[in-house]
């Protein structure tokens, strides 16, 4: 066998394709539609890849098209595809055997992306916990609120909780109702657990084992890449909530007609959410030329890398901003908090970074002659949120042709698994050269 197809990254693709594949076969059964017919192939398609690869987009209307089985197996499409298919692999193995093989632990490592091999066994109990208890808290405490304040039956509120609850955690975006949480851009009891629940399975599953290890002590010492996910994240909220708040203020169609707090609130709903996760508290469509291009940037960098966020991720941006200040200053490294940055990380950084926003560029050049005479802010917004999977839309999702939907498949799929996962399935030769070629000094700038 070629030893080719037993790299960890291949594995990866070739599961998430598997998931996908049998998403799209369920989806397409007369049970999973509302109506009791089949549903179009690329209709099930889409919604199977835009579930599994945790974005959201969707080109019919999750509440009304799909039935009740149809909306489960969405739900536990997003589930496995957040939650990743290697993890529940292997977090399966190891409910059923204590040990577990080097190669199983191989393959948990390229999905979260943990520090060390040996810290795969305690990342990987944290994923399974974490994803618990966030989830059943977030569905809890939306139930209660569905009930108690908007008269829902309880197996209604129940399933509604549950249901968004998930989709938060996973950053997945789909709501079973067509305004998705605009019904709620004032109440608080329904965003903020939102929020938590998107903010946490943003961080990345390494980040919180970092934090949860951390705990209690009176000098945390974190490390670098937790650092720059937490406060990186941080500042990302803080300024995007900022620019939200300025630039929709007045305006009519979005925070214009809402009182000063539910201003402030859905402004940071729409900060947290542009990210990566695909709720929307305002109409997107009838944003500012400015909060546009402030999401094009908030979706592009994404959250933190091994959770379940998309994007070219917090880290990745930060690294590269610390290069820039480096630069600028005169370093000869690259250096944080006393610390310098491995060499192969700013590699990787750039090629994160070159690669993702090549691929944006060019999907927009293919999709932008199909999707006439839409306006330009609104395809690029489709194009990056589909790679970012994040799942936000001005609302042209359904109109665009067949073919501008397939890239948008294709986005959507190369960006949940990662350009450089991909990259590297698809490589056929990953050996080191025993050998280094004399230094030269292009000129640059």
Not at 120 to 145: F, I, N, P, Q
Not at 271 to 279: E, H, L, Y
Not at 303 to 308: K, P, R
Request: hydrophobic residues 55%; glycine residues 8%; charged residues 10%.
């Amino acid at each position: 066998m070629n030893t080719r197809f037993l790299h960890p990254s291949t594995v990866l693709v070739l599961s998430f394709l598997a998931v996908i594949t049998l998403g799209t076969v369920l989806l397409m059964l007369p049970f999973a539609s509302a109506q009791g017919t089949a549903t179009p192939l690329l209709t099930a398609l889409f919604t199977a890849t835009s579930a599994v690869c945790v974005t959201g987009l969707a080109v019919v209307d999750t509440g009304t098209h799909w039935s009740g089985a149809g909306q489960v197996v969405i739900l536990g499409l997003f589930q496995v595809g957040g939650f990743g298919m290697m993890t529940s692999a292997t977090l399966m193995g190891l409910l059923i055997n204590a040990q577990m093989r080097l190669r199983t632990r191989l393959l948990l490592q390229a999905e979260t992306h943990s520090l060390a091999l040996g810290d795969v066994r305690s990342v990987a109990r944290l994923v399974l916990v974490v994803t618990a208890v966030v989830e059943s808290g977030m569905a809890v405490a939306l139930t209660l609120r569905f009930a108690l304040g908007y008269d829902m039956p309880w197996d209604e509120a129940a399933w509604q909780g549950v249901f968004h609850a998930v989709s938060a955690f996973n950053n997945a975006g789909f709501s079973t109702w067509s305004d998705s949480v605009m019904r709620f851009v004032g109440d608080a009891w329904v965003l903020t657990p939102l929020m938590l629940a998107i903010v946490i399975g943003g961080l990345g599953f390494p980040v919180l084992h970092e934090l949860l290890a951390e705990r209690g002590s009176r000098r945390p010492m974190w490390s670098m890449h937790t650092t720059l996910t937490v406060w990186g994240s941080a500042a990302l909220i803080v300024l995007g909530t900022v620019l939200f708040f300025w630039a929709e203020f007045d305006n009519p169609g979005t925070l214009g007609p809402l009182a000063l707090a539910d201003k402030a609130l859905a402004a940071l709903f729409t900060s947290v959410s542009a990210r990566t996760a695909g709720f929307n508290a305002v109409d997107i469509g009838a944003l500012t030329t400015e909060s546009l291009a402030a999401h094009y940037a908030l979706m592009f960098i994404g959250g933190g890398s091994a959770g379940t966020a998309g994007g070219v991720k917090v880290t990745t941006f930060f690294v590269l901003m610390l290069v820039v200040w480096n630069e600028v200053r005169g370093h000869r490294d690259v250096e944080f908090r006393r610390r310098r940055v491995a060499d192969s990380v700013l590699r990787q950084a750039f090629t994160i970074m070159a690669l993702s926003a090549a691929t944006v560029a060019l999907a927009l050049l293919l999709i932008l002659p199909l999707a006439a005479p839409l306006p330009l802010e609104k395809v690029l917004f489709e194009v990056v949120s589909a790679f970012a999977t994040v799942g936000l839309s001005t609302g042209i999702t359904a109109e665009l042709v067949p073919g501008a939907q397939f890239i948008l498949i294709v986005l959507m799929f190369v960006g949940r698994v990662g350009v450089v996962t991909l990259a590297m399935a698809l490589a056929t030769n990953q050996l080191r050269r025993p050998y280094r070629y004399p230094e030269e000094k292009p000129i640059v700038g």
